[in-house]
Nanobody, 120 residues
Framework: QVQLVESGGGLVQAGGSLRLSCAAS????????MGWYRQAPGKQRELVAS???????NYADSVKGRFTISRGNAKNTVYLQMNSLKPEDTAVYYC??????????????WGKGTLVTVSS
């Protein structure tokens, strides 16, 4: 029904920058919110940043001041600009969307993830 595809992950040195992108497709009526989560080996998945249709944002304390989440003009894309990257940012980053379709309202959908590796 709804597919999310992430891109932009890779290998970067500490202090560098990356920009992650996520595009949503499918039979979507509207997207209420989108966000980025990450999961490192041996740790549970955690919220990195989210943004609602109204533009409200939320960030994990560990990334405040370094990461910025934004929505595309068509509102079916979301970006995560990551600056001043640290080795502890290394994780698989997952795109999430709360979307309404013909059959469901406000369901959560997940991308397959993109790997970000920060070397020291």
């Amino acid at each position: 029904q709804v597919q999310l595809v992430e891109s932009g992950g890779g290998l970067v040195q500490a202090g560098g920058s990356l920009r992650l992108s996520c595009a949503a497709s499918g039979s979507i009526f509207s997207i209420n919110a989108m966000g980025w989560y990450r999961q490192a080996p041996g740790k549970q998945r955690e919220l990195v940043a989210s943004i609602t249709s109204g533009g409200s944002t939320n960030y994990a304390d560990s990334v405040k001041g370094r990461f910025t989440i934004s929505r595309g003009n068509a509102k079916n894309t979301v970006y995560l600009q990551m600056n001043s990257l640290k080795p502890e940012d290394t994780a698989v980053y997952y795109c999430n969307a709360a979307a309404s379709t013909r059959d469901y309202y406000g369901m959560n959908y997940w991308g397959k993830g993109t790997l970000v590796t920060v070397s020291s």
